[in-house]
């Protein structure tokens, strides 16, 4: 009998329960007398237990019959409790002893909760149960002997997935009345009591996923009435019993994943009733035997893995209920038998990796398959063209046909788009001829299209944009030519692209930086040529791309994946450039121009110098060092003018939209909380600037636009104008004390030729620079946009390129590179003096990528130096001094950086330095003019001009030189006497 001080120590904690204890001990007090209260016993089985979600707040220790409570059953005459059923109640803890209370229980059921713990051998004393079921929970321990001891009417028990060990108790076998035993899914090591053969009521038995071992003994046929058997992965060894026919009954059979060997026992096609066979997994070898065609009932038939051999018996075509044969991973040989056509039940077959022969089956399109796999065996024959075969009803079925991995040839049926469903295409390494059909851009559901290592040629079908769903493309390994088809970029999905080891030409397409969820792409061994799309640094899943063994030419990408690429994924392409290959881009390697001092033709640059100038010697040292980078740039420069042309237009329609909506959040809708939240400063004073505030709400008043922000102009409260720089990108801008810094350092650089910063406001989300207003425009507009007649003479043409050099100069004296030299940045004011603005904003940049630079300067077009788009040439001052040399010939020539005909780019550098090699150059002179120019002005400075837009930036001059040549070039008198 139990005593008090077995009450679990949980029972002690507060008031209520300290009511519902001092019951408990009353009652368990005369515990001999009134033995019936299943209310005790389900109170102090409650007590044993955690019951988080509070599953069993009915069970209350005041009512006098539990019968009412959730999970508790009772037997109407008698009120006794007879079920208690609490499945998935979420019950943790261990079952206690409060349950032995219950004495005419007969079901107990409390699968699917988290009880932990050893089983209690003293549910043997509840000499009713006839359902045990403690399946899915945590228990632990063995199964103790005691409870089969006198299991009295026990028919089904489950243990099923806990985590029980130790050995099955031997006891078992004198539980006679036992039907169902289910230990499946726990740790049960050992052998099988022998006495489990002679439970001769056993109906089923699963005693699968543990660590039994030992053989399966031939006492099996004592198990009559056995319907199910399964000791899936175990241990078992040893050979299939050969009396097993004497389980008439058995309707699954499943000893898959064991250690099993020998020979199919013919005692096994006895089993008439057998629906399921699975024996995969085990060393089992011989021939299958033609009764397997008498096993009529079989639906499963699960041989896989194992050592099969010999032909597949045609008696196969027997079973007409056959649904699910896997005969994979045996080393059967033969074809497959056409018989099986008639196994009209089959969904699913797998005779993958065998050493099968013959032709392709083409009776399995004529069955409702969903999967067709027969890789790794050695087919030959072609794949009939399946509508000569079939009915319609297979192709919606078939989602996968894996053929790989066989000998067939012939051609990939044209028809192969019918298969609407198909999923998965795998038709790698075979002897597959002909083209890749058009018709695979049918395929709409295509996730996966292998035909890697075959003999495909001709080229990619441009429908293979129709696969939609395609996620992996591999056609490496064969003889494709052509081109990539750009359409690929419809194939949205696409992560993986292997086209490697063919003969693809041209250029990997801009397009494939549109597949965004690519990450890996393999075109190694091609014929492609073309640079690489600066745009593949945008995708952002890359994990593997190798574009090795090809002719491409110029620089990697920057940026993400490409900042780390390894060399063997780029190599074997000798024109590539790039850290990466480690190679410096060839920006520097153009056929030069050297000019020669000594000749006195006209088209020597010495030549316009030499004649009048003082400081010759100079000049000429100076000049004999300059080579011209020459027009091998001119395809070059085609090539960025267009890929930059294209970014051009497709950022400034954003900036705009940013523009349009910044002007409404940042003025109009609360124009006081950020000019109170703002910071103004002013370099002279502090004016008044809010009136000016409103000003720039007024789209009207924008100036100009660039790659920084906008200009509006405004005026402050004193009446004078000023220009207010709104910029744009503001993650672009560093820190407010960055910003400040910078932006202080750039107000105090003054030069009468410089537009003065005057000021700056800053708040987080808006940044203004506050400039000197000039009125009299841009020279770009003095120059492109003049009206007839009034265009600037050649003496204020002069005046501004040299105020713009002088300019240039006290920059670089400052040390600060202008960056975005243009003529919409150079003004012009009133009294026709140049003022150079917007420069050194750079700076306030985060960091001086170039990339960014360059994207942020890009409508400084053609006024770029070279160096922006190399990697690995450091970026100068005399990045401004190209900058300038393209200035200057267009001032000279009143003609556009760029210019773009109809079939046709014109850079204007290499038009002008053309126009110089063959002697015409003063053709290139503005038309405008004339001829109202004196030549020898305008020729030394076409030709000063040119040497500033060297290729290589160290052949350029410096500012200070170039001011000293513009002087001499202006009074080409002065300096006869020095001349030699
Ligand atoms: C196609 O089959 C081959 C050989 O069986 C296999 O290696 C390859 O991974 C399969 N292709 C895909 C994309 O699954
Ligand atoms: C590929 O390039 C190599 C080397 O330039 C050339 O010999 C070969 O003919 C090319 N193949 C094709 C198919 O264009
Ligand atoms: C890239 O492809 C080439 C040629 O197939 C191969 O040799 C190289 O190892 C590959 N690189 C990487 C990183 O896989």
């Not at 690489?532 to 620089?555: D, I, R, T, W």
């Not at 900042?563 to 590539?576: A, D, E, F, K």
């Not at 006209?602 to 030549?607: E, L, P």
């Amino acid at each position: 009998m139990s005593s008090v001080s077995q009450i679990p120590t949980t029972f002690r904690r507060n008031k209520e329960e300290c009511h519902g204890l001092v019951r408990v001990l009353s009652l368990l007090s005369c515990l001999g007398s009134t033995l019936n209260d299943d209310v005790l016993g389900l109170i102090v089985f409650k007590a044993d237990l955690q019951d988080p979600k509070a599953n069993l707040i009915s069970w209350n220790e005041d009512d006098n019959s539990c019968c009412t409570w959730v999970g508790v059953k009772c037997n109407p005459i008698t009120n006794r409790v007879y079920e208690l059923v609490l499945d998935g109640f979420s019950l943790s803890g261990r079952i206690g002893r409060g349950i032995l209370q219950l004495q005419f229980l007969t079901k107990l059921s409390l699968s699917n909760n988290n009880f932990t713990g050893s089983i209690n051998p003293s549910l043997a004393h509840l000499e009713s149960l006839q359902v045990i079921d403690l399946s899915d929970n945590n228990l632990s321990g063995p199964i103790p002997d005691e409870i089969f001891q006198q299991c009295g009417s026990l028919r089904e028990i489950s243990l099923a997935r806990n985590k029980l060990s130790g050995q099955i108790p031997d006891s078992l076998s004198s539980c006679s009345t036992l039907a169902a035993v289910n230990f499946s899914s726990n740790q049960l090591s050992g052998p099988l009591p022998t006495g489990i053969w002679s439970l001769n009521g056993l109906g089923s038995l699963d005693l699968s996923d543990n660590l039994l071992e030992g053989e399966i003994s031939k006492g099996i046929d004592g198990l009559h009435n056995l319907t199910e058997i399964s000791l899936r992965n175990n241990r078992f060894t040893g050979q299939l019993p050969d009396n097993i026919e004497g389980c008439l009954l058995l309707k699954l059979l499943d000893f898959s994943k064991n250690s099993l060997s020998g020979k199919l026992p013919d005692s096994l096609q006895k089993l008439t009733m057998c629906s399921s066979l699975s024996l995969h997994g085990n060393s089992l070898m011989g021939e299958l035997p033609e009764w397997i065609g008498e096993m009529r009932s079989l639906e499963t038939l699960d041989l896989s893995a194992n050592g099969f051999s010999g032909r597949i018996p045609v008696s196969l075509g027997n079973l007409k209920l056959l649904k699910v044969v896997n005969f994979s991973k045996n080393v059967f040989t033969g074809s497959l038998p056409d018989s099986m056509i008639n196994c009209k039940s089959l969904l699913a077959m797998d005779f993958s990796q065998n050493l099968l022969t013959g032709n392709f089956p083409a009776w399995t399109f004529t069955l409702r398959l969903q999967k067709i796999p027969l890789s790794k065996n050695r087919l030959v024959g072609i794949i009939e063209h399946p509508s000569s075969t079939s009915m319609d009803a297979s192709y919606q079925n078939l989602q996968v046909l894996d053929l790989s991995n066989n000998a067939i040839s012939g051609e990939i049926p044209f028809e192969i788009g019918v298969f609407s469903s198909l999923r998965l295409f795998n038709m790698s390494r075979n002897s597959l001829g002909g083209v890749i059909p058009a018709s695979v851009g049918e395929l709409k559901a295509i996730c996966v299209l292998d035909l890697s290592s075959n003999r495909l040629n001709g080229s990619i079908p441009s429908e293979i944009g129709g696969a939609v769903s395609l996620k992996e493309l591999r056609l490496d390994n064969n003889f494709l030519a052509g081109k990539i088809p750009t359409q690929i970029e419809k194939c949205s999905s696409l992560t993986s692209l292997i086209l490697s080891q063919n003969n693809l030409i041209g250029p990997i397409p801009a397009a494939i930086a549109n597949l965004i969820n690519l990450q890996t792409v393999d075109l190694s061994l091609n014929n492609l040529t073309g640079s690489l799309p600066k745009q593949l640094a945008n995708l952002p899943h890359l994990l593997f791309f190798n574009v090795s063994y090809n002719h491409l030419q110029g620089e990697l990408p920057a940026g993400s994946f490409f900042n780390t690429i390894t060399p063997s994924s780029v190599s074997g392409n000798p024109s590539l450039c790039g850290s990466a290959v480690n190679r410096s881009c060839p920006a520097i390697v153009p056929k030069p121009i050297v000019l020669n001092p000594n000749s006195s033709s006209d088209s020597s640059v010495a030549g316009s110098f030499s004649p009048n100038l003082r400081h010759k010697k100079i000049i000429l040292s100076i000049s004999a060092l300059i080579a011209i980078g020459a027009a091998a740039f001119i395809a070059l420069g085609v090539v960025s003018v267009t890929v930059l042309n294209f970014r051009v237009r497709s950022s400034t329609s954003r900036s705009a939209a940013t523009l349009t909506l910044s002007v409404g959040d940042d003025f109009s809708s609360s124009p006081t909380s950020d000019a109170n939240s703002g910071k103004l400063v002013m370099f002279s004073g502090d004016p008044d600037f809010s009136a000016g505030a409103h000003a720039l709400l007024n789209k009207d008043c924008e100036l100009g636009r660039g790659g920084f922000g906008a200009v509006y102009r405004t005026v402050l409260q004193d009446g004078r104008p000023v220009a207010i720089k709104k910029l744009t990108v503001s993650s672009l801008v560093k820190s407010q004390e960055d910003f400040e810094r910078e932006v202080k350092k750039l107000g105090k650089i003054q030069h009468p030729n410089l537009v003065a910063l005057e000021g700056y406001y800053w708040t987080p989300s808006l940044q203004l620079l506050i400039y000197e207003f000039v009125s009299g425009g841009s020279l770009y507009k003095h120059l492109h946009e003049g009206q007839g007649g009034n265009f600037l003479s050649w003496h204020e043409r002069f005046s501004i390129i040299v105020g713009t050099a002088k300019s240039l100069v006290h920059l670089h004296q400052k040390n600060t590179i202008h960056y975005n030299l243009k003529s919409s940045n150079v003004l012009i004011d009133s009294s026709g003096e140049p003022k150079v603005g917007d420069f050194g904003l750079a700076r306030l940049l985060p960091m001086l990528d170039r990339y960014v630079l360059s994207s942020k300067i890009q409508s400084a077009l053609g006024y770029m130096a070279p160096e922006f788009a190399c990697q690995t040439v450091k970026i100068t001052e005399k990045c401004d001094v190209y900058g300038f040399g393209v200035l200057l010939l267009e001032v000279v020539t009143g003609r556009q950086p760029v210019e773009y005909m109809e079939d046709d780019v014109v850079v204007l550098s290499d038009m002008v330095r053309g126009a110089l090699e063959e002697g015409k150059v003063e053709e290139c002179i503005d038309g405008r003019l004339q001829g109202n120019f004196p030549p020898e002005e305008a020729i030394p400075m076409i030709k000063l001009g040119l040497i500033c837009t060297s290729q290589v930036p160290s052949n350029r001059p410096d500012m200070g030189e170039v001011v000293n040549i513009l002087e001499l070039i202006r009074c080409p008198s002065d300096g006869q006497e020095e001349l030699e």
